[in-house]
């Protein structure tokens, strides 16, 4: 292979690593619309949250010392998703549910004041500074290529996201399509008013269908915080507005076009930024979702909205 082609590969590799974060944060926003047809724009920093935990967690279980990473790495995955879900609950009983009923310009505000009180609410609680990690997974799983050109490079930590996102993606897909209450999810998609009709509990699952994203929002802040090895308060609204293009990119409301749209998006960003000046890989983003836009409105794997009579 070529220099070029060499190149071209590893920065495919780098796009896939960060598209499939993007991919979990984005699942939380396509959920929430696909039932309630609202957006959580407070989505963003229920990811930053994530990360802020995740790095406690893991500073102070290394700190007690004689305890594993990878369960180190276990324990704060879970904890973050713990104390992520739960905000996701609160974000829905205090900003959804009681304006759930109204013009969806309504809440579409009161989710943006969610957002802005959450990043301030952690701007105090732990500053605005930068918080920094010491890398904790180095080294490569496989190099391939040659030294005298360029060589390709499949890091333990882009292994790591991968198969995490893998594993994350799998067990939603299997509990939306198998179990009681992923039919149960599937049906208030459908028809949110029949649903309530047939008894069940669509208070219930809309919350559940909150508190699934934000798990998947904490296990992307977890990800993506040991990836850049950085974390503050301003990066829950980046990520959410990346997040966000990948799920209209892909198909608002539909799973896998969440998916689709978070590795095209990273895989877009990254090959901007190897081939032009990485200030424009924001510029080719949006731009790319305009063209999607302009030509098929309801996205890639979307479909367009049926209209009762």
Known sequence: MTEASLYLLQQIINGLTIGSTYALIAIGYTMVYGIIGMINFAHGEIYMIGSYISFIVITGLLAMGHIALPVVLFIAMLVAMLVASSYGWAIERVAYRPLRGSNRLIALISAIGMSVFLQNYVVLAQGSRDIAMAPLISGSMLEFGSLETFEVTISWMQMLIWLVTLVSMTLLTLFISRSRMGRACRA??????????????????????????????????LLLGLYYGVVNPFVGFIAGLKAFTAAVLGGIGSIPGAMLGGLILGVTEALTAAYFPSEYKDVVSFGLLVLILLFRPTGILGKPEVEKV
Do not use: P, Q, S
């Not at 028809?191 to 934000?214: E, K, P, Q, S, Y």
């Open 188 to 221: 208030c998609a459908e028809d949110l008013g029949m649903t309530n009709l047939l008894g069940i509990d669509t208070n219930r699952i809309i919350a559940m269908t909150f508190v699934i994203g934000a798990a998947l929002a904490a296990i992307a802040g």
